[in-house]
């Protein structure tokens, strides 16, 4: 089983600063990873896939990066409406298990 | 545009069975590969299984494997969930999710709002 570790656990950043998410595979997942926003009481969005790319209505602010092992995600100027939980996800495996990181929280400092 | 609308959730003792549905619309339901993914209460997101866009080949997750079954009526555009032998553990908001493209190695391009199941005596 590929386990996904993001870090930090909790990020602080204020509003109209950078953001820099972290997300390591245990074994190479290709660009097959996928990241999602959830805020309280709502289902996860899509925000980038394929490592790198946008989802359908994202803001250019957000963006990925990285390949194999090593993934970041970054949001340059924060808005109040980024502050959510943020899961990277491989979708890499076969047979078929798409596993989660564990969640960053990122709260406004 | 896509929609997904979970039903079926609630308060069931342990070892007990419960049935989810996952209705469908805003896009050719038939074509596409489903999931079901769960988030336990404060928890982070856990996938639990997938099912091919014709119900052939199916995949669970090693916590569920022999327990749960998916499956999926393509002639009322709804995906299912069997929950047996339910445990304390499986308390959770049950999530479908899809995808805008066919094949295993892609994204969740689209999420329902999640049923909560809660496992309890």
């Known amino acids: 089983e590929i386990v996904m570790t993001q870090s930090p656990g909790t990020l602080s950043v204020s509003p109209g600063e950078r953001a820099t998410l972290s997300c390591r595979a245990s074994?190479?997942?290709?660009?097959?990873l996928a990241w999602y926003q959830q805020k309280p009481g709502q289902a996860p969005r899509l925000v980038i896939y394929?490592?790198?790319t946008r989802a359908t209505g994202i803001p250019a602010r957000f963006s990925g990066s990285g390949s194999g092992t090593e993934f970041t995600l970054t949001i340059s100027s924060l808005q109040s409406e980024d502050f959510a939980v943020y899961y990277c996800q491989q979708y890499n495996n076969w047979p078929p298990m798409y596993t989660f990181g564990q969640g960053t929280k990122l709260e406004i400092k | 545009q896509a929609q997904l609308v979970e039903s079926g959730g609630g308060v069931v003792q342990p070892g007990r069975s419960l049935r989810l549905s996952c209705a469908a619309s805003g896009f050719i339901f038939s074509r596409y590969g489903i999931h079901w993914v769960r988030q336990a209460p404060g928890k982070g997101l856990e996938w639990v299984a997938v099912i091919w866009y014709d119900g052939s080949s199916k995949y669970y997750a090693d916590s569920v494997k022999g327990r749960f079954t998916i499956s999926r009526d393509n002639s009322k555009n709804t995906l299912y969930l069997q929950m047996n032998s339910l445990r304390v553990e499986d308390t959770a908001v049950y999530f479908c999710?899809?995808?805008?493209?066919?094949?295993?190695?892609?994204?969740?391009?689209?999420w329902g709002q999640g049923t909560l199941v809660t496992v309890s005596s």
């Open positions: 999710a899809g995808s805008g493209s066919s094949g295993w190695y892609v994204p969740f391009d689209y």
């Open positions: 394929g490592a790198s």
């Open positions: 074994q190479s997942v290709s660009s097959n």
